[in-house]
Antibody
């Protein structure tokens, strides 16, 4: 059975840093691109970042580019999101999400399995 | 970015009712449109992909249609487990995917 378990969330002051991790199991991890999607309290879904199966291709939303870094370890089956210079508007539940292909740059990509999420609160 | 607009933002319906949710894209996206269902306290779940295709295990009372800029999700006969928030998502401009604002389906 597929599982995605996020960790590392918490309360941080504006300008601070946090590192989220996602432990994957139940599928061949390196065969799939992974993404992070966030959901601000009472709001909709916003795509944040993605990484290809090999880890060589990474993508970021404009709202986090230059502040967030996505990485993966295909031996430990984990994907991480290093978040620096955090802002109040980054407050959200961050979901680790599996995609359907090794790459994440073609038409028709879909997000077929979501973790429960890690809560990040940015406040002074 | 491609903007996705859903309507209505919420609706109330009774068990057995048919409901339709609309999703509009700010530019043509062919049929690269997915739908997700999110129940309270749960992670979103993929419901329909590429406009029409039901994800494995999704009941046949769900259906999707559309192309270009206008899409619909239809539930033919509402069941208790269908009360949730539904999101559309375009997969035309991957990796820069975008979601609609969501439609909350509530019990009347």
């Amino acid at each position: 059975e597929m599982q995605l378990l996020e960790s590392g969330g918490g309360l941080v002051q504006p300008g601070g840093s946090l590192r989220l991790s996602c432990a994957a199991s139940g599928f061949t991890f390196s065969d799939y691109a992974m993404t992070w999607v966030r959901q601000a309290p009472g709001r909709g879904l916003e795509w944040v970042s993605a990484i290809g199966g090999s880890g060589s291709a990474t993508y970021y939303a404009d709202s986090v580019k230059g502040r967030f870094t996505i990485s993966r370890d295909n031996v430990k089956n984990t994907v991480s999101l290093q978040m620096n210079n955090l802002r109040a508007e980054d407050t959200a539940l961050y979901h680790c999400v599996k995609t359907m292909r090794e790459t994440f740059n073609g038409f028709g990509e879909r997000l077929d399995y979501w973790g429960q999420g890690a809560l990040v609160s940015v406040s002074s | 970015d491609i903007q996705m607009t859903q309507s209505p933002s919420s609706l109330s319906a009774s068990l057995g009712d048919g409901v339709t949710i609309t999703c509009r894209a700010s530019q043509r996206i062919s049929t690269y449109l997915n739908w997700y269902q999110q129940k309270p306290g749960e992670a979103p779940k993929l419901l329909i992909y590429d406009t029409f295709v039901l994800e494995s295990g999704v009941p046949s009372r769900f259906s999707g249609s559309g192309s270009g800029t206008e899409f619909t999700l239809t539930i033919s006969s509402l069941q208790p487990e269908d009360f949730a928030i539904y999101y559309c998502q375009q997969s035309y401009s991957t990796p820069f995917i975008t979601f609609g604002g969501g439609t909350k389906v509530e019990i009347k």
